[in-house]
């Protein structure tokens, strides 16, 4: 992997990450993988911290997207918890 492909793998897992593409991530990563596991891998440190900064900057958006998922999730249980409390206080009235 030469130096501009090694700038246009992390180019394209920063976009990637920054459109929550994680399939496309996902096939990245294949590559990315073959490449450093291969006998001949000529990345030098400089190239591995590059992608590793790429990889860390995918992380922080896979993150964000989990923690507004927890929180919606949080959110629709809330709401369910109302709804039942709703529920039976309305049966208990009527009672």
């Known amino acids: 992997m030469t130096r ?9 897992i920063a ?3 920054a459109r929550r593409d994680w399939a496309a991530l996902a096939a990245l990563d294949l590559r990315v993988r ?3 596991e291969a006998p001949d891998c000529d990345l030098d440190g400089e190239e591995k911290s ?16 989990l923690d507004a998922l927890q929180n919606r999730l949080a959110g629709m249980g809330r709401h369910r918890e109302g709804q039942l409390a709703y529920a039976q206080f309305s ?3 009527q009672a």
Not at 4 to 12: G, S, Y
Not at 50 to 65: C, D, I, N, V
């Open 4 to 12: 501009p492909e090694v700038a246009r793998c992390c180019q394209a």
């Open 15 to 17: 976009d990637a990450g």
């Open 34 to 36: 073959a490449r450093l």
């Open 50 to 65: 590059a992608l590793a900064a790429a990889y860390r900057g995918a992380l922080a958006s896979s993150r964000a997207e």
């Open 91 to 93: 049966e208990w009235e």
